[in-house]
């Protein structure tokens, strides 16, 4: 079973950084591709960022040299740092999981709201 658990949402000003992190548990995370997605109000969920088991990552445009991903397999958690804040990066953020080895198995979290604003 896949369970993620995210953290690290809150208000920040424009300009300002926050620090998500998806914890995994019950499953050995290096099997699995990781991703972020956000939704904001109104908007459908899309994809943010994505590191597969190589540490290769990819970036939604809009977030390209201000967000970055990283997975610590040791401690079983994907971190999202994001820098440079926007207003437009206001929504609820999701990481997923994704099997390598078996398509039938993902898995979300529950979501962590990121809010900027002055």
């Known amino acids: 079973q896949v369970h993620l658990v995210e953290s690290g949402g809150g208000l920040v000003q424009p300009g300002g950084s926050l620090r998500l992190s998806c914890a995994a548990t019950?499953?050995?995370?290096?099997?699995?591709?990781i991703g972020w997605f956000r939704q904001a109000p109104g908007k459908e969920r899309e994809g943010v960022a994505m590191i597969d088991r190589s540490n290769t990552a990819e970036y939604a445009d809009s977030v390209k040299g201000r967000f970055t991903i990283s997975r610590d397999n040791s401690r079983k958690r994907v971190l999202l740092e994001m820098k440079n804040l926007k207003p437009e990066d206001t929504a609820v953020y999701y990481c997923h999981a994704q099997s390598l080895s078996d398509s039938s198995q993902d898995g979300w979290g529950q979501g962590t709201q990121v809010t900027v604003s002055s």
């Open positions: 019950a499953f050995t995370l290096e099997n699995y591709c």
